[in-house]
C-alpha cells in the first residue's frame, strides 16, 4: 500500500499551461462526481480530460499554497498546517484515479500523459518542500507547538509536517542546501545507471543455451517450452535458452540433473554487475554508499542507516541488526540443518561432491517431494477464485462484522472488475472494494492494492474511503473456472489485509490518517495471511469446483506442514542481504574500499555458510539503490508484528475473538497513524511484540 502523501504536500510555481482542447464544462474532474458514493465516472473520464485536470490541479495549489504564505496573519494550525494538509484537492482527485489506472489499465496515451506531467508534479513538488517562506510558518507553529493548546493528533501533524521539510533540508544553509542538490542529483544518475546496467546484465549480456537434449534432463515439459520459445526470441531456433530471470532460472536449478549446467546458470546470476565490463556496478554502488553518507552527515545524522531508521518503528540501526541477529542464530542452524539433509541424499545416490550453491534447488526439490509429498494440482481445484474471494470476506465478517454487497450500478474501468460496498454491523456505509483479478496486456505485473479516494474529513464530515485491490491471477477457461494456486491464495488474503487498513483508517489530518512507519506497513497485509492456512477458515472457503466437496483433512496436514519447507535457506538468504544493505548504509564518512572484499567481510561477520549467498548481491541489489535503501530489514521486522498480533487470537482460544479484532481495528487499522508505530502497538497488544510466534512459524524452533 503506497500512501499519496507527496500529493497533499505538493505545491508549486507557475508551469506553463496548455490551452485545454475541450469544454472545461464537459471535464468530470472539475465538478463533483454525479455517481453513486460520488465514485470516479470511469465511464465518462476521457484520456483529453487529464492534462487540464492536472495543470488546473497544481495552479489551484500554488494559489492555496501563495494565500498561506501571505496570510498577514501570525501562523497558526488553522491558517498554514490545516491549510496545507487541505490544499491540492484537485490534484489529488485526478492523481489517484490516472495513476492508479496507469498500473491496472495503461496504454501507449496514457504512457505518454504520465511522462508529460511528472515533470510538472515533480517540479511542483520541489517547491513546496524548499519554500523558505511556507517552512518558517511550519517552524514557528512546530516551535510552539506546545504552548498553542494543541491536541495530540494536531501535534504530531506539526511534528510531521516539520519533519518532512528538516529531512528534505529545509533547515540548511544556502551552501548546503546546494550541496545536498548536488548530491542528489548524482545519486538519481548513479541510481539511473545503476538499473540500465543491472538490465543489461540480466536480459542480454547472458545466457545459457542449451543445444542437446540430453542436457534438458529431469526438466518438466511446460519448462522445457517455454526454453524452446526464448530460444526463438534470441535467434537460436531449434535449441533452449534458459536467462537470468528467474521465472526461467529457478526451474532449470530445481529440476536441471546436468549439474556443470546449473553452475553455469548460477553463476552467472551471481555475477551480474561484477564481471569488469561497461555493465560494471562495484565502483557505482560505493559512490552512492558514500554519497548518502554525505547526504547523511549535512543532515546532521551519524550514518544514512540513522537518517532512514530514525522514521521507523525501529529507530536505530542497533536495534535492527539486534533484531536480525536475534532470528540468525536459529535460521543459520536450520539453514545447516537442510544442508545436511541433501548432503545425506548427495552420499545416498552416491554422488561424489559436496553440495555447491547450484545444487540447493535442486536437492530441496527432492526433499519436499520425498518429506511433504504435495502437489500444487492436488490443491488447485478447492481454490476457485470466487470461494477464495468469499472465504476472505468471511475472515473480516467474523472479525470485524462488515458485510460486502456485490454492486453493479457503479461505472467501472473495465468490465472484468467487480465492486462491493462495504458496510458495518449497522448497515452503515463504510465504504468500496473494487477488485481486479487477471492479467491484460495493460496491466503491470503483480498484486497490489490502492485508492480511488482516500479517507478524509472536509468540514468536520469523514468522505468515506475507495479501495482497490489489483492482481495478475491466472483466467478462467471455457472447461473451468480461474483456479488459484497457494501463493495466490495468500496474495489475495494479504492485499485484502492492505484495503481493510485504507477502509478502516480514521482519522481528521490527511498527513498523519492511516500513515504507519514502513517497517509497520506489512502489519495489516501480513497478519491476514494467518486467517487463510486455518483450517477452520479452510473448511468454509475451499471447496471442490465440480463437487463442491470440502477441502480434505489430509490434503491441510499436507499444506500446513509444507509451510516450513526450506525456511531456513529462506530466511537466511534475506537475512544475509538485510545486513549487507546495512552495512553499506553504516559509513559514517566517505570509504575506498573494495566492493567485493566488502561484501566477503560482512558475509563473514554473520558466518554464512558457502552453500548460500546473500539473496541479493551487492552489484545488483536493486531495492537498496531504489527506495529500500537501509530497509531491506521490513518484511521480517512486520512478520514479527503480524506472527505476535496474530498470536494475541490464538491465545485466546478464539482466531475470530472480537475483543481482540476490536483493538487491532481500533489501534491498528483505524488508529494506526495516531502516534509511533511501537507506541500503536503496545496499545493493541499491551506488551512489546514478541519474537518466539516468528521463528515457530518459520519452523526455526
Ligand atoms: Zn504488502
Not at 491496472?104 to 524548499?130: F, G, Y
Not at 516551535?143 to 528538516?166: A, H, I, M, P, W
Request: with cysteine.
Amino acid at each position: 500500500m503506497r500512501k499519496l502523501i507527496m500529493l497533499v504536500l505538493a505545491f508549486g510555481m507557475a508551469v506553463t499551461m496548455s490551452k485545454a482542447q475541450n469544454n472545461p464544462l464537459d471535464n468530470p474532474f472539475f465538478s463533483e462526481y454525479q455517481t453513486p458514493f460520488k465514485v470516479p465516472p470511469f465511464h465518462i473520464i476521457k484520456l483529453e480530460h487529464y492534462v487540464p485536470a492536472f495543470e488546473k490541479g497544481i495552479e489551484e495549489q500554488r494559489k492555496e499554497i501563495e494565500a498561506i504564505i501571505n496570510n498577514p496573519s501570525a501562523p497558526t494550525f488553522e491558517n498554514t498546517i490545516l491549510a496545507l494538509d487541505k490544499s491540492g484537492r484537485l490534484l489529488s482527485k485526478v492523481s489517484i484515479v490516472f495513476y492508479s489506472l496507469n498500473s491496472a489499465e495503461t496504454s501507449d496515451e496514457m504512457q505518454k500523459i504520465a511522462r508529460l506531467v511528472a515533470p510538472k508534479v515533480t517540479e511542483h513538488r520541489d517547491n513546496i518542500n524548499l519554500n523558505e517562506k511556507l517552512f518558517q510558518r511550519i517552524k514557528t507553529i512546530y516551535n510552539n507547538r506546545d504552548k498553542l493548546g494543541l491536541d495530540s493528533l494536531q501535534k504530531r501533524t506539526v511534528e510531521k509536517y516539520y519533519d518532512d521539510f528538516v529531512r528534505n533540508g529545509a533547515n540548511l544553509n544556502v551552501a548546503d542546501k546546494a550541496k545536498l542538490r548536488h548530491i542528489n542529483q548524482q545519486l538519481s544518475q548513479l541510481g539511473l545507471k545503476f538499473g540500465e546496467n543491472l538490465l543489461a546484465e540480466t536480459n542480454k549480456n547472458f545466457y545459457l543455451v542449451v543445444d542437446k537434449p540430453e542436457d534438458l534432463e529431469g526438466l518438466p515439459q511446460d519448462v522445457i517450452n517455454a526454453a524452446a520459445i526464448t530460444a526463438k526470441q534470441f535467434g537460436q531456433e531449434g535449441k533452449w535458452v534458459f536467462t537470468l530471470q528467474k521465472p526461467s532460472m529457478i526451474p532449470f536449478l530445481q529440476y536441471a540433473r546436468n549439474r556443470e549446467l546449473r553452475e553455469k546458470l548460477y553463476m552467472g546470476y551471481l555475477m551480474r554487475g561484477n564481471n569488469n565490463n561497461e555493465f560494471d556496478n562495484k565502483a557505482i554502488i560505493l559512490e552512492i554508499a558514500n554519497l548518502r553518507a554525505q547526504r547523511a552527515k549535512l543532515l546532521g545524522y551519524n550514518t544514512y542507516a540513522d537518517y532512514v531508521i530514525s522514521n521507523n518503528m525501529a529507530k536505530t540501526p542497533q536495534a535492527v541488526y539486534n533484531f536480525l541477529n536475534e532470528v540468525w542464530e536459529p535460521a543459520l542452524k536450520t539453514a545447516e540443518r537442510e544442508r545436511d539433509a541433501m548432503q545425506v541424499m548427495i552420499d545416498r545416490k552416491g554422488g561424489d561432491f559436496k553440495l555447491a550453491p547450484w545444487d540447493w534447488w535442486f536437492y530441496a526439490e527432492k526433499v519436499r517431494k520425498e518429506k511433504f509429498d504435495l502437489d500444487e494440482s492436488e490443491l488447485k481445484p478447492y481454490f476457485k477464485l470466487e470461494n477464495v474471494r468469499d472465504g476472505m470476506f468471511y475472515v473480516a465478517t467474523q472479525l470485524y462484522g462488515i458485510t460486502f454487497t456485490k454492486r453493479t450500478d457503479l461505472p467501472v474501468y473495465h468490465p472484468e472488475v467487480e465492486v462491493f460496498e462495504v458496510k458495518d454491523q449497522n448497515e452503515n456505509h463504510v465504504g468500496l472494494l473494487y477488485l481486479d483479478y487477471h492479467p491484460r496486456p495493460g496491466k503491470r505485473v503483480g498484486a497490489w492494492c490502492g485508492r480511488f479516494r482516500q479517507q478524509t474529513y472536509e468540514n468536520g464530515k469523514r468522505i468515506t474511503p475507495i479501495v482497490n485491490i489489483v492482481t495478475n491471477f491466472t483466467r478462467p477457461t471455457a472447461a473451468a473456472p480461474a483456479l488459484l494456486t497457494w501463493d495466490e491464495v495468500e496474495t489475495l488474503f494479504h492485499e485484502f489485509g492492505h484495503a481493510l487498513h485504507g477502509l478502516f483508517t480514521d482519522g481528521p489530518y490527511d498527513r498523519i490518517a492511516g500513515s504507519v512507519p514502513r517497517d509497520m506497513v506489512e502489519l495489516p497485509s501480513q497478519i491476514m495471511e494467518h486467517w487463510s492456512s486455518q483450517p477452520q477458515v479452510l473448511k468454509v472457503y475451499a471447496r471442490h469446483y465440480q463437487t463442491g466437496e470440502v477441502i480434505p483433512d489430509a490434503l491441510i496436514e499436507k499444506l500446513q506442514k509444507s509451510q516450513t519447507f526450506n525456511q531456513g535457506f529462506a530466511t537466511v538468504e534475506y537475512i544475509a542481504a538485510s545486513i549487507l544493505d546495512l552495512d553499506w548504509h553504516s559509513f559514517t564518512e566517505p570509504r575506498r574500499v573494495d566492493v567485493v572484499e566488502f561484501e566477503n567481510e560482512s558475509m563473514k561477520r554473520i558466518n554464512l555458510i558457502p552453500e548460500i549467498y546473500p539473496r541479493y548481491r551487492s552489484t545488483y541489489f536493486n531495492h537498496i539503490v531504489g527506495g529500500y535503501a537501509a530497509g531491506y530489514y521490513v518484511y521480517l521486522w512486520a512478520e514479527v508484528l503480524d506472527a505476535d498480533a496474530f498470536n494475541a487470537f490464538i491465545e485466546t482460544g478464539d482466531i475470530f475473538n472480537k475483543e481482540v479484532a476490536e483493538r487491532f481495528r481500533k489501534h491498528i487499522l483505524s488508529d494506526g497513524g495516531n502516534n509511533d508505530g511501537m507506541a500503536q502497538y503496545l496499545k493493541f497488544r499491551g506488551k512489546s511484540p514478541s519474537i518466539e510466534p516468528l521463528l515457530k512459524n518459520r519452523g526455526l524452533k
